[in-house]
């Protein structure tokens, strides 16, 4: 059974998304990966997901789901505060197919809420309403039909035996909250709600063996992991003497007992992956306790962990993740766990970098997803070195990249958290080497802006005023140069702006280097500006100062360089290239709820409100959307594109006024002014 479509609109943080999955020319899954800062909806995309499976299984198995009375305990409730503000429906539609007799049949789950009918979700949708298939009786025809204006939630399938779906298929599910616990903490201090004891009898009374959370396994897994050891043993009953004395096993025996020993082997290269190293299994004796199993190193054939909970707390994770994949698989048919390339199946990880190492997320956890090429994994992650991992073991296109909240496919240099990273990249050796690079190429006084399109205002700024005869006596003094960089060369934001001033100041510069940030960070100002003074003097040559305050913007002091000039000019509206008219916004122009008057939508409501001036532009997580339109474009501008049609003199942004920059080549000459340290 896969996930082939899924829909939802008005639930929390998401509009609408319609979404898919991917499959390669064998049809077997692609990877499917959804990213997002926190608050996207990546959880609520999970949790329908998760639910439309219990439900699922609760169809057939007494134990899926919690009993309650005469009912069962939703995993999954449907509430109204769950429905976007400002809206008055939601809905999740879900569309799983699985084969059946050589047929492949449709499984349809709908969740949904407010004043929305099942009839208008098939309608937009372009669904075939075919959600009465397993309604065989009068009582639930009548149900399903007095529910399809309210509040209503189920799952839909002309299957003659859904348990197949739970033999045929690995189906589970490793939350945000799964955990091993540590060998060294007293039980007492590790509560939680253990799975009911579930063991192979169970499959005769209609009970699931096979749990679909997945939490705390290790001693399931060790358990079983015995097991598999000593199949994998040579039983003396199969042994013969031969003529000459020596011992011989049946070719029958050989043969059972190389196919058991493949279960094994698959487990122990997962474990030789995790660790990095070549490694096989073995047993001690019996009355070594704890110590029972171990791990080796092939080619020592010394061990190099004793027991499997003495594994780091990220490596038994993710042993425990594969490993159950391989024995649920084994549960339901141990020729698959021999053959582990017929393991079929849904894997849903929320948050798959939880406990792991840089290495583990980026060498390993791609590694082990490559192993189960017909297993459909649906992951979250906050990780880039995760998917520069999966960039490497994957070619780009064999696995998909969904960006929340609006479930758009991106590539991996798309992925928002990846300027996160580099902003925290920004404070390695590595990276200070490629700036000295780029400094020490400077023969006059450098000015080094925070971002990569301020030094490109500055630098409109200055052309413009020189041309003036008026303020020729200023300028005609003035020797310098900008360092001009793109985002993809530096990342410099205020913070590294204020370490870069500190590492430099520890040594004599050749020439100037004048620092120059924004004023929207309170603690920034405070570093890289002087209480007495118009700028502050590190030493060494090396200066700082932040933007200085227009009289206009008195107000509102926690301005950047683009607020030098007015609304008006920062408001101005060009025709891109797609025919779509765009601008910058302020974060005043939209109302608390993040809507303007004529009806625009701001994705970042935190920007937005009455006396808020926050830049909303195109190419970071402030877009400027028709809420009424699926398929809207952005309507904001990209910062960098504002500046470069400012520095090109690209109409209509050929005539702005450049006086609010004057205070800072003032500020410039001041410190040209000042004697260089030799």
């Not at 509009?15 to 990213?35: A, C, G, Q, T």
């Not at 039980?187 to 959370?213: D, R």
């Not at 303020?471 to 590294?496: I, K, R, W």
């Amino acid at each position: 059974m896969y996930l082939k479509h899924m829909i939802y609109e008005n639930i929390g943080p998401i509009d609408r998304i319609d979404i898919k999955p991917s499959f390669n020319e064998k049809n077997e899954p692609i990877p499917m990966i959804i990213v997002g800062e926190n608050g996207t909806g990546k959880s609520i995309l999970l949790s329908n997901i998760v639910d439309s499976l219990y439900e699922l299984a609760g169809k057939y198995y007494t134990n899926a789901c919690i009993s309650e009375y005469s009912g069962h305990q939703y995993y999954k409730i449907i509430s109204p505060q769950q429905i976007k503000i400002g809206k008055t429906y939601m809905y999740s539609y879900l569309k799983y197919e699985e084969y059946e007799n050589n047929t492949l049949k449709p499984i349809e789950y709908v969740f949904k809420s407010g004043n929305y009918s099942l009839d208008d979700l098939f309608k937009k949708n372009n669904i075939q309403n075919q959600f009465l298939w397993n309604a065989n009786d009068s009582y639930e025809f009548n149900y399903i039909m007095s529910n399809l204006n309210d509040d209503f939630k189920d799952i839909m399938f002309n299957l003659d035996n859904v348990q197949d779906i739970f033999t045929n298929n690995v189906i589970c599910y490793f939350g945000p909250n799964r955990y091993e616990a540590p060998h060294w903490m007293g039980e007492q201090y590790y509560l939680m709600q253990q799975y009911e004891h579930l063991n192979i009898m169970n499959k005769s009374n209609a009970k699931l063996t096979t749990p679909i959370t997945v939490k705390n396994v290790t001693k399931e897994t060790l358990q079983w992991l015995l097991d598999v050891i000593a199949d994998s043993r040579i039983d003396p009953n199969n042994l013969q003497v031969m003529p000459n004395n020596s011992l011989s096993i049946s070719q029958t025996a050989f043969k059972n007992l190389e196919a058991l020993y493949v279960t094994r082997r698959h487990l122990e290269e997962i474990m030789s992956i995790i660790l990095e190293q070549s490694v096989f299994f073995d047993l001690n004796y019996r009355n070594t306790s704890a110590s029972r199993f171990n791990i080796k190193n092939k080619k020592t054939k010394k061990p190099i962990v004793e027991t499997l909970d003495s594994l780091s707390t990220g490596q038994l994770a993710l042993f425990n993740i594969f490993a159950t994949i391989i024995r649920y698989a084994d549960i339901n048919d141990m020729s698959k766990s021999i053959d582990i390339s017929k393991i079929t199946g849904i894997v849903i990880i929320d948050e798959i970098e939880l406990h792991l190492h840089s290495s583990l997320q980026k060498n390993v956890l791609p590694k082990l997803i490559k192993i189960f090429p017909k297993v459909q994994f649906i992951i979250t992650t906050h990780s880039p070195l995760f998917l520069l991992g999966m960039e490497e073991v994957f070619s780009s296109d064999k696995y998909d990249i969904y960006q929340m909240p609006r479930g758009e496919k991106i590539s991996v240099e798309r992925f928002s958290e990846f300027n996160k990273a580099f902003r925290f990249y920004s404070q390695t050796n590595k990276y200070h080497e490629e700036i000295n690079k780029a400094i020490s190429k400077a023969k006059k006084a450098l000015v080094i802006t925070e971002g990569s399109t301020d030094w490109k205002h500055l630098k409109a700024a200055f052309n413009n005023l020189k041309s003036n005869t008026q303020y020729s006596s200023l300028f005609d003094n003035l020797d310098f140069d900008f360092l001009e960089y793109q985002p993809s060369d530096f990342d410099m934001g205020a913070d590294t702006l204020a370490s870069m001033c500190e590492n430099f100041s520890r040594i004599k510069q050749e020439r100037k280097l004048i620092f120059i940030a924004d004023r929207d960070i309170e603690k920034i100002n405070k570093k890289l500006s002087s209480e007495n003074h118009e700028y502050k003097n590190w030493g060494n040559n090396v200066f700082s100062f932040i933007l200085p305050l227009p009289d206009f913007r008195k107000d509102t002091p926690n301005i950047c360089i683009e607020h030098l000039y007015t609304d008006e000019e920062i408001k101005t509206e060009i025709v891109c290239k797609d025919g779509i008219t765009r601008r910058l916004y302020m974060g005043n122009e939209f109302n608390k709820h993040a809507h303007t008057k004529d009806n625009k939508y701001c994705t970042n409501r935190n920007a937005c409100g009455p006396g808020k001036i926050s830049i909303i532009e195109g190419s970071s997580k402030d877009n400027v959307l028709n809420p009424n339109d699926d398929n809207s474009p952005n309507y904001a501008l990209p910062k960098s594109k504002f500046a470069d049609y400012i520095l090109n003199r690209q109409k209509p942004f050929d005539n702005f006024n450049f006086d609010n920059f004057l205070p800072i080549f003032k500020i410039i000459k001041q410190i040209l002014d000042e004697p260089l340290v030799k």
